[in-house]
């Protein structure tokens, strides 16, 4: 049975850092792309960022790039996410992804339907 599950977030005053983390289980976690996806109130679900399956590529969304940093750590099966710098645009809920249709992160990673495996999100509020 796979498992995914986000944890991590939080209320956080704006320029603030949080740290989120993914657990996975169930299935290879290391032949696996892992990606960061966020969805805000009332928004569509947007990629944030992509971390290929032996984690020598990683991939941001311009609204990331600078301010997180994606990571993974394939002896412990989990996905991190590190957020600096944050602001209120970055409220929303952070979902965590396996994708075994795209494992290197390639341009068409922020396509939803290349993922396999999702969670079931970690809510993010920052405070201005």
């Known amino acids: 049975q796979v498992q995914v599950v986000e944890s991590g977030g939080g209320l956080v005053q704006a320029g603030g850092s949080l740290r989120l983390s993914c657990t996975t289980s169930?299935?290879?976690?290391?032949?696996?792309?892992m990606g960061w996806f966020r969805q805000a109130a009332g928004k569509e679900r947007e990629g944030v960022s992509c971390?290929?399956?032996?984690?020598?590529?990683?991939d941001y969304k311009d609204s990331a790039n600078g301010r997180f940093t994606i990571s993974r750590d394939n002896n412990k099966n989990t996905l991190y996410l590190q957020m600096t710098s944050l602001n209120a645009k970055d409220t929303a809920t952070y979902y965590c992804a396996a994708s075994g249709l795209d494992r290197h992160c390639s341009g068409s990673w922020p396509n939803k339907d290349q993922w396999n495996y999702w969670g079931r999100g970690t809510q993010v509020t920052v405070s201005a």
């Open positions: 971390i290929n399956w032996s984690g020598a590529r990683t």
């Open positions: 169930g299935f290879t976690f290391d032949v696996y792309a």
